[in-house]
């Protein structure tokens, strides 16, 4: 195991000693090029991931790397800027850990953002996807080893991993905000490379509506803790095949700029009805 409950709790004191208990209340994680939202919070405190003792540091172009807390829309927030992945390196074990962090701060849901590439062919570049469920057939669980009891059972539960409660409030939110918002799968492939047309055919066949490289590894630390998730994914590209094209990260990161503004607002309507519902 890379960390333990003791270092665990050393990190989540450094930061609460940085962020003077600031208690975040929503966990977001921004994807690729979706970094923008971050400008949206009336920030309290900002932290590099370097400073963080314990913490990964992210390497992937478009990653920021910082923790940014502070509130929008009444509701306290920590915010992921810039997110980690299997293909830097990292273990799939590792890429639990931000998330158990997060939870520790306080956070009673988190809101998981990303790129993907359309594997289904009626969408298009720039629509957006809330994660209903997701497919990983490759790699280990993020819960693979000695399990940490302090945070879920050995065998758990994915049923409503993508919380319904929270998909449902998703979608209203996207009614309000004139966003025709699909529902589907996401299908995990962990990169870097994009997949090969063979690839997205077959993970159509298998029911993937959406192909990506992040996502799930925090989704299944989610779940494991019982803590509710909020997938939304932007369409920045049809996959691999779709279009008689190569793919491009440039592609991705205009696609995810162009939408920002759409994401922006599902999101801050998102979280302004979260805090509502504390009322
Ligand atoms: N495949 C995997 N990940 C991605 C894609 C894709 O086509 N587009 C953006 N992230």
Redesign the pocket.
């Known amino acids: 195991m890379e960390y333990s409950m003791e270092t665990l709790r050393e990190t989540v004191s450094y930061i609460n000693e940085r962020t003077g208990g600031f208690k975040p209340q929503t966990g977001i994680v921004l994807g690729?090029g979706l970094g923008g939202l971050s400008k949206l919070i009336d920030k309290v405190c900002e932290i590099p991931y370097g400073e963080i003792p314990g913490f990964p540091v992210s390497t992937a172009p478009g990653h920021e790397g910082r923790l940014i807390f502070g509130t929008l829309e009444g509701r306290r927030l920590v915010c992921m800027s810039g997110r980690f992945h299997r293909y830097e390196g990292y273990s799939y074990q590792l890429l639990a850990m931000p998330v158990r962090v997060l939870k520790l701060l306080g956070i009673s849901e988190l809101i998981v953002t990303?790129?993907?590439?359309?594997i289904n062919k009626d969408w298009r570049p720039g629509d957006i996807m809330l994660i209903k469920d997701h497919i990983k057939l490759f790699g280990d669980s993020p819960m693979t080893g000695p399990n940490m009891a302090e945070f879920g059972p050995r065998f758990f539960d994915t049923t409503d991993m993508y919380s319904k409660k929270l998909r449902a409030l998703a979608k209203n939110c996207a009614k309000e905000c004139g966003i025709d918002i699909k529902e589907g799968v996401y299908f995990y492939?962990p990169?870097p490379q994009?997949?090969s047309p063979a690839e997205?055919r077959a993970a159509r066949l298998l029911g993937g509506d959406a192909?990506?490289?992040?996502t799930v590894s925090e989704a299944l630390t989610a779940a494991h803790m019982k803590l509710p998730v909020l997938g939304i994914s932007l369409?920045?590209?049809?996959?691999?095949g779709i279009l008689d094209q190569p793919?491009s990260?440039e592609e991705?990161n205009e696609a995810g700029e162009a939408a920002a503004p759409r994401m922006e607002s599902l999101v801050r309507t998102v979280i302004k009805r979260l805090s509502g519902e504390d009322d």
Request: hydrophobic share 55%; glycine share 12%; charged share 5%.
């Open positions: 690729s990303n790129a993907a590439g359309s492939f990169g994009f997949e997205i192909a990506g490289m992040s369409m920045t590209n049809m996959a691999a793919l990260s991705v």
